[in-house]
């Protein structure tokens, strides 16, 4: 079989669609078709079928695909194995972090990455939630994510998933709130209370949504808002209470009360996700160590 047909069948099943597909490839929509059409040939069974207006993979084409993912990581490893009689790790490596990653990880991360003479790092902040995670896999080496802790993990027959931390998750109060003073607050003493949290599918929301299930206490959310920083303006402010990160508000210079929840584990899971395989070229290698190496820093300070 064709490496270059097996590429394209790879795109087509990533991004769902030959349109994608093409402009992933820098091809045009016919020149994809064509090829997976040829693939077809080539094999003798049908690979694609008509789904309305477009195409999905048959039975026959999605178990091709997980080979096809294998053939092409073969092909990584053999590239890293002639990568490593390099003195040192060379190449682009393109990176996405969602955006309170990127501002806990970045500023350290860049200053390890200046230290790898050769390796020559494209980062992104992409505001994802963990459902978009395997389409932005195709554009990037690494896609750094998040999830809440008690979510069905990234599925693991395509991709590889390396965690980076563990964030557990605090309530956030505004200055002279009548539970200031405790050491830990328990949900049900907050029935009542305005909520400020993150879009819905977004892993903070996630996990507010699962401690109501598991407590049978439903917040009142108020407002969402995707940037922290303006949650903790709002919080201070006195415009309601919020679920946030514990690194990250540390960050921060905000007079806002943080206290854990009593009685009860939340936290978002921080991983790097990647394509089976991709791991083993010597410039992501280093990429994701360095990355282990930041995340280790950020849970360590006091």
């Known amino acids: ?3 270059g047909r097996l590429r394209v069948l790879r795109e087509f099943a990533d991004r769902g669609s030959v349109t994608a597909a093409a402009r992933a490839l820098h091809l045009t929509p016919s020149a994809v078709s064509q090829q997976l059409r040829a693939l077809q040939a080539e094999v003798g069974l049908a690979l694609t079928e008509p789904a309305g207006r477009g195409l999905r993979l048959t039975e026959a084409g999605r178990a091709l695909v997980v080979r096809a993912d294998e053939v092409l990581a073969a092909l ?18 393109r990176v996405a972090l969602f955006p309170s990653a990127a501002l806990m990880l970045l500023p350290g991360l860049l200053h390890r990455i200046g230290e790898c003479a050769g390796l020559e790092v494209e980062i992104r902040d992409v505001d994802m939630t963990p459902a978009e995670v395997p389409e ?8 750094v994510s998040h999830r809440d802790e008690h979510a069905d993990p990234f599925p ?3 991709l590889d998933v390396v965690h980076l931390l563990r964030e557990p998750l ?3 109060l505004p200055p002279g709130h009548r539970l200031a003073r405790r050491r830990r607050v328990d949900l049900t003493e907050l029935t009542g209370e305005q909520w400020i949290s993150v879009d819905i599918g977004f892993p903070v929301d996630d996990v507010l949504r699962s401690l109501a299930v598991r407590t049978g206490v439903r917040p009142e959310v108020r407002q969402r808002i995707n940037d922290f920083r303006v ?8 415009h309601g209470i919020a679920l946030l990160p514990r690194y990250l508000t540390r960050l921060s210079s905000r007079r806002l009360v943080r206290r854990p929840l009593a009685g009860i584990r939340a936290a978002r899971r921080i991983e790097a996700v990647l394509r089976t395989g991709a791991g083993t ?8 160590e360095l990355l282990h190496a930041e995340a280790a820093a950020v849970t360590e300070k006091p």
């Not at 990584?76 to 490596?93: I, K, N, W, Y």
């Not at 932005?136 to 896609?143: K, S, Y």
């Not at 070229?281 to 994701?288: D, E, F, I």
């Open 1 to 3: 079989m064709d490496v």
């Open 76 to 93: 990584d490893r053999a590239e890293s194995e002639l990568d490593a009689f390099r003195s040192a790790p060379r190449g682009r490596v």
């Open 136 to 143: 932005l896999v195709a554009d990037f080496d690494i896609v």
């Open 156 to 158: 693991a027959d395509r």
């Open 170 to 172: 605090d309530v956030a």
């Open 231 to 238: 949650i903790e303006a709002l919080v201070e402010a006195g």
């Open 281 to 288: 070229r010597p410039a992501v290698a280093t990429v994701l």
